[in-house]
């Protein structure tokens, strides 16, 4: 009996809404409604005063309600009280045998409806109903309107206590005889939930995992990260209406906090009909193994299996009117009760028509067997009842696969044994009768045309999916600082046989299943077009889960909202296949592009680029380093233009890539402006080009072509790469000048002069000269006179002054004055006396003289001049050659000498001794030493002539001077100084005669060489 009666109140909105009114229209037929013994009539008012919706707006009227006077009676709208007849209603509510009580009288049952202001209140008054399923109504209504009170009690009276589910919260099925719900995850974004199981006897449970795996529910995340719970309907809190309609109802409870504190509870009933049971039905669900038996199939077959012939000496130890288990596995038989049973993690109950036992995996009672190559988890059971003129047993044996999974690069492949022996009991009458697949709880009625492929034979059943298909999900990862993909797919797989023992059998299984990660490394794709001058980059191919958080270009780091301030471009595209690419475009010419000049023309640009990705539901960071190259050939190698004028060479070229792509260099060194002003040019630059001014007898040209009446300088300046040295361009200026006196000093040691006599009178230009009467003009004319020599030759004396060398020489003409009868020849005939002077900086001589080279396309090294040397005083030149000899002391006593044919062979450092002797016997004359050299040739003019090396086999060259004894002219030879001592210039009197001698040759060794 009710203790009162039950009032709901909604707002008016709610009756309102039309998908709340079709939802209770639809529910006029709904078992809950038959279970609270509403009558079809009854319910299909109820669900016309949901329907109608209009409400007036004055109190205390009542809705128009079919069948209902206009008038209220107490403010109450009353619908006609009536019982349902037997076509109204399948039968009594039952639940496991219990009875319930019926409506009698029509006056049992009556419902009254009120507007009062904005609110829409039903009551429905009791007698006789049963208490639980009006309780079921009101869940039925309460959620209807989302209606709850915090403890996940309906709330019939405390209006307060509204919580309606957010559109698109929950979706709901039953496919077969699992009932499914999927949460939406978007809204369940930065909170926690709860799931409770709503018992109508003791209220909300809590699902855990010991409660799920023995009540027969799952609570796991499809392959998009929605929570999704199943339930089978054989499930612990499940309501049966005569093993065809099921109802269960879940709280859903969210929270902010983790402890589920000021949570907001849901109320969700899901209903579901099954009608078309099979004579047994397997379940092999994630976490359980479930078994349901009709009661009536035959309880022994013809052919006794050795599990039935086990369990006959035990069924008269069975209680009566109590079931037990007998469990067969190969550690013995165990019978036990079925409380007992229940402390152990199994299921078990019987319906009107059915009983089930439901177990988990690997359990003490389990046994893993190999079924045509796929492990299968079995539990051998008998479930027995005796009464005293009844012994019920029932095969409860279940098996369920926990492996046959195989993966290649590009599909996943799920095996299922056809036939599985423990469950058929004559395999010669196996018959399937049908295999289905699907996904989630779908059914795959043409799997081909989604590129799944289901095929079977004898022994397997076969589903292979295409890693990526539709259906399942791809989905980021990250292992090992690598990245990848893991490929998600909720299967599931029904196949009805039949066979001579158990008539028909539906096995379902119920599959996820995730790939191995499988590495995809990303790839950087250049699309960049080099006439836009702007690098388009592609990074991918990525799946939607992963973002790009930051972004490092040329080692500077930005956010992403930084680099289009910048002029950076920054986005994603997408691709056919459900990827996608990051885009990155930066210009050529941003700062942070490395830029480097390559080949003849070209600049290589050069992108730096780090990428920081989220990848995954656990957004876990990733980066990947690329660098980007593109070669434009965007530079232009400049060309010089070239003149002259009477006294300079010129160059003009563009300024252009100057000091950033290449210089230019004189030979070997870089022509800068120190360079330029010690050789004496001038530069000059504006805004597009550079102009140097090269005088014609600066440093740095090569004459091709001298002579007394011309000189052809030419001008050689090379284009040259900064970082590899590389000559690009050979720029050169040849102009011939007219020129009557110059000097020119060749690196090699070569003076070339033109020297201009000019003279009162005119003097004979063939018979000028220089200090060695033997070096004669190779050219001249009436007014000049062109002599070429080396510095070694003709008289050429050498000294130091700082860091040069200077090399003297003298032009000189005499007139010959000769003794007649010792009256002297007066005549008119000048003297004249040039000197010319090269100067050479040392430590580059030293390394340049080391080498020989042709004067005429050699560099000039050294500057030149010539200045005369006028005295009216008459000198009388000895013709004489002086007769010298020398030889080698084999010590410093100069006592033994090495013979002509002897060799002489001396250590480094080791001290060589040379005499030179006069061989002259006048005791007028006095001789000294005026240049040694030493040579690795006895020819005189073999070059290079500077320090002994080691390991090698010398000559030793020496000019002398005899004086007379009464000449003691400052800086003379004569006095006994060394040339390379000397201050001044070396005077050459009439009263002194040079000489030149050889010794050697001397060979210089090793100490370990002798």
């Given at each position: 009996m009710c203790s009162e009666d039950l009032k709901l109140e909604l707002p008016n909105w709610l009756v309102r809404n039309e998908n709340i009114s079709q939802r209770l229209m639809e529910s006029t037929k709904h078992p809950l409604l038959y279970s609270s013994q509403l009558g079809s009539a009854a319910a299909s008012d109820l669900a016309n005063i949901w329907q109608e919706g209009a409400v007036p707006s004055q109190r205390g009227s009542c809705l128009p309600l079919p069948g209902v006077s206009s008038d209220n009676v107490g403010g109450h709208c009353r619908i006609p009280p009536r019982c349902p007849s037997t076509a109204d209603s399948p039968g009594p509510h039952?639940?496991?045998?219990?009875?319930?009580?019926?409506?009698?009288?029509?006056?049992?049952?009556?419902?009254?409806?009120?507007?009062?202001?904005d609110r829409w209140r039903l009551w429905v008054t009791c007698h006789t109903v049963h208490v639980l399923a009006l309780q079921d109504l009101a869940?039925?209504?309460?959620?209807?309107?989302?209606?709850?009170?915090?403890?996940?009690?309906?709330?019939?009276?405390?209006?307060?206590?509204?919580?309606?589910?957010?559109?698109?919260?929950?979706?709901?099925?039953?496919?077969?005889?699992?009932?499914?719900?999927?949460?939406?995850?978007?809204?369940?974004?930065?909170?926690?939930?709860?799931?409770?199981?709503?018992?109508?006897?003791?209220?909300?449970?809590?699902?855990d995992e010991k409660l799920a795996s023995r009540c027969g529910y799952v609570l796991s995340d499809d392959v998009w990260g929605n929570p999704v719970f199943r339930a089978s309907v054989l499930g612990c809190h499940v309501a049966n209406e005569a093993d065809e309609l099921f109802s269960l109802t879940v709280n859903i409870k969210v929270s902010s906090f983790s402890s589920m504190r000021a949570a907001v509870t849901y109320t969700y009933p899901m209903y579901c009909s099954y009608a078309s049971w099979a004579s047994r039905e397997i379940v092999?669900?994630?976490?359980?193994?479930?078994?349901?038996?009709?009661?009536?199939?035959?309880?022994?077959?013809?052919?006794?299996?050795?599990?039935?012939m086990s369990a006959l000496p035990e069924t008269h130890n069975v209680a009566y009117q109590q079931w037990q288990l007998m469990f067969v596995s190969p550690s013995g038989r165990k019978r036990i009760t079925v409380s007992d049973a229940v402390k152990l993690g199994y299921s078990f109950n019987n319906t009107l028509s059915r009983v089930y036992l439901r177990a988990p995996y690997h359990s003490n009672e389990s046994d893993v067997s190999v079924v045509s190559g796929v492990n299968m988890n079995m539990i051998t059971s008998t479930s027995m009842y005796r009464q005293r003129w009844l012994l019920l047993l029932i095969d409860t044996t279940v098996s369920c696969p926990v492996d046959g999974i195989s993966f290649t690069d590009t599909t996943l492949t799920w095996t299922v044994p056809r036939v599985i022996p423990i469950l058929v009991v004559q395999e010669s009458t196996f018959l399937s009768k049908s295999i289905v697949m699907g996904v989630d709880d779908r059914v795959i009625v043409n799997p081909e045309e989604i590129n799944y492929l289901l095929e079977y034979n004898e022994t397997h059943i076969r589903i292979t999916i295409p890693i990526g298909a539709e259906g399942g999900k791809l989905e980021s990862s990250i292992s090992g600082g690598v990245y990848g993909?893991?490929?998600?797919?909720?299967?599931?797989?029904?196949?009805?046989?039949?066979?001579?023992?158990?008539?028909?059998?539906?096995?379902?299984?119920?599959?996820?299943?995730?790939?191995?990660?499988?590495?995809?490394?990303?790839?950087?794709?250049?699309?960049?077009?080099?006439?836009?001058?702007?690098?388009?980059?592609?990074?991918?191919?990525?799946?939607?889960?992963?973002?790009?958080?930051?972004?490092?270009?040329?080692?500077v780091p930005f956010s992403l909202r930084e680099p289009q301030h910048h002029g950076f471009k920054i986005y994603e595209t997408p691709f056919s296949n459900g990827t996608k690419a990051f885009i990155l475009q930066v210009s050529f010419d941003d700062p942070y592009i490395l830029k480097e000049y390559v080949n003849r023309n070209e600049t290589k640009y050069t992108l730096l680029v780090n990428y920081t990705l989220s990848v995954?539901?656990?957004?876990?960071?990733?980066?990947?380093?690329?660098?980007?190259?593109?070669?434009?050939?965007?530079?232009?190698?400049?060309?010089?233009?070239?003149?002259?004028?009477?006294?300079?060479?010129?160059?003009?070229?563009?300024?252009?890539?100057?000091?950033?792509?290449?210089?230019?260099?004189?030979?070997?060194?870089?022509?800068?402006?120190?360079?330029?002003?010690?050789?004496?040019?001038?530069?000059?630059?504006?805004?597009?080009?550079?102009?140097?001014?090269?005088?014609?007898?600066?440093?740095?040209?090569?004459?091709?072509?001298?002579?007394?009446?011309?000189?052809?300088?030419?001008?050689?300046?090379?284009?040259?790469?900064?970082r590899t040295m590389e000559t690009l361009q050979m720029f050169s200026i040849s102009c011939s000048f007219n020129s009557s006196a110059f000097i020119i000093c060749h690196p090699d040691g070569t003076i070339m002069v033109s020297a201009q006599m000019k003279t009162v009178p005119a003097i004979?230009?063939?018979?000028?000269?220089?200090?060695?009467?033997?070096?004669?003009?190779?050219?001249?004319?009436?007014?000049?006179?062109?002599?070429?020599?080396?510095?070694?030759?003709?008289?050429?004396?050498?000294?130091?002054?700082?860091?040069?060398?200077?090399?003297?020489?003298?032009?000189?003409?005499?007139?010959?004055?000769?003794?007649?009868?010792?009256?002297?020849?007066?005549?008119?005939?000048?003297?004249?006396?040039?000197?010319?002077?090269?100067?050479?900086?040392?430590?580059?001589?030293?390394?340049?003289?080391?080498?020989?080279?042709?004067?005429?396309?050699?560099?000039?090294?050294?500057?030149?001049?010539?200045?005369?040397?006028?005295?009216?005083?008459?000198?009388?030149?000895?013709?004489?050659?002086?007769?010298?000899?020398?030889?080698v002391s084999k010590d410093e006593s100069f006592m033994e000498f090495y013979g002509p044919s002897m060799a002489v062979v001396k250590q480094p450092m080791e001290p060589v001794f040379i005499e030179v002797e006069l061989k002259d016997e006048s005791p007028s004359v006095e001789l000294y030493l005026?240049?040694?050299?030493?040579?690795?040739?006895?020819?005189?003019?073999?070059?290079?002539?500077?320090n002994i090396t080691e390991d090698g086999q010398v000559y030793v060259h020496c000019l002398v001077v005899a004086c007379s004894p009464t000449n003691t002219q400052a800086g003379s030879t004569c006095r006994g100084q060394c040339s390379s001592k000397r201050k001044g210039f070396p005077g050459h009197p009439s009263d002194s005669l040079q000489g030149y001698v050889l010794a050697g040759p001397v060979r210089i060794v090793s100490p370990d060489l002798r």
């Open positions: 039952t639940r496991f045998g219990e009875d319930s009580t019926t409506c009698e009288r029509e006056e049992d049952f009556a419902a009254h409806a009120q507007v009062s202001g869940v039925f209504l309460t959620v209807l309107a989302g209606t709850r009170e915090a403890d996940g009690s309906p709330s019939p009276t405390d209006s307060s206590a509204l919580y309606v589910l957010p559109l698109g919260f929950v979706e709901s099925s039953c496919r077969s005889r699992i009932f499914w719900m999927k949460l939406n995850k978007l809204l369940l974004q930065g909170k926690f939930f709860q799931l409770e199981i709503y018992d109508p006897y003791s209220g909300p449970v809590v699902l092999c669900e994630e976490n359980y193994m479930e078994v349901s038996v009709k009661t009536d199939v035959p309880a022994v077959s013809n052919d006794y299996t050795v599990a039935w993909v893991i490929y998600y797919i909720d299967l599931f797989l029904e196949h009805t046989w039949t066979d001579a023992g158990w008539q028909t059998t539906k096995y379902t299984v119920i599959k996820s299943i995730t790939t191995p990660f499988m590495p995809q490394i990303p790839t950087v794709i250049n699309n960049t077009e080099p006439e836009e001058r702007l690098f388009n980059v592609a990074f991918g191919h990525f799946l939607p889960d992963v973002s790009l958080v930051a972004i490092t270009v040329g080692n995954g539901r656990e957004m876990t960071l990733y980066y990947h380093s690329a660098e980007v190259e593109c070669v434009v050939a965007d530079i232009e190698v400049p060309e010089a233009v070239g003149s002259c004028d009477e006294e300079n060479l010129y160059l003009t070229l563009p300024t252009f890539g100057l000091h950033q792509y290449w210089d230019l260099y004189l030979g070997n060194k870089i022509l800068n402006q120190h360079v330029a002003l010690t050789n004496g040019y001038l530069a000059a630059t504006n805004s597009t080009h550079l102009i140097l001014q090269i005088p014609l007898f600066a440093g740095g040209l090569t004459y091709e072509e001298v002579s007394f009446q011309k000189i052809k300088a030419r001008f050689d300046v090379a284009l040259r790469k900064m004979d230009m063939s018979k000028t000269k220089l200090r060695d009467s033997s070096c004669k003009p190779r050219e001249y004319n009436e007014a000049h006179a062109f002599f070429k020599f080396h510095v070694t030759t003709c008289g050429t004396s050498v000294r130091f002054e700082g860091d040069h060398i200077i090399y003297e020489n003298e032009i000189s003409y005499e007139k010959e004055t000769l003794p007649r009868q010792s009256i002297p020849t007066i005549t008119r005939d000048p003297d004249y006396r040039l000197t010319v002077l090269c100067y050479y900086q040392a430590k580059e001589t030293l390394v340049l003289g080391a080498f020989s080279s042709d004067p005429a396309t050699s560099p000039p090294f050294g500057s030149g001049t010539m200045f005369p040397h006028s005295n009216t005083a008459a000198y009388r030149r000895v013709r004489q050659a002086l007769n010298v000899v020398s030889r005026e240049n040694c050299w030493v040579a690795r040739s006895s020819d005189f003019n073999n070059i290079p002539r500077w």
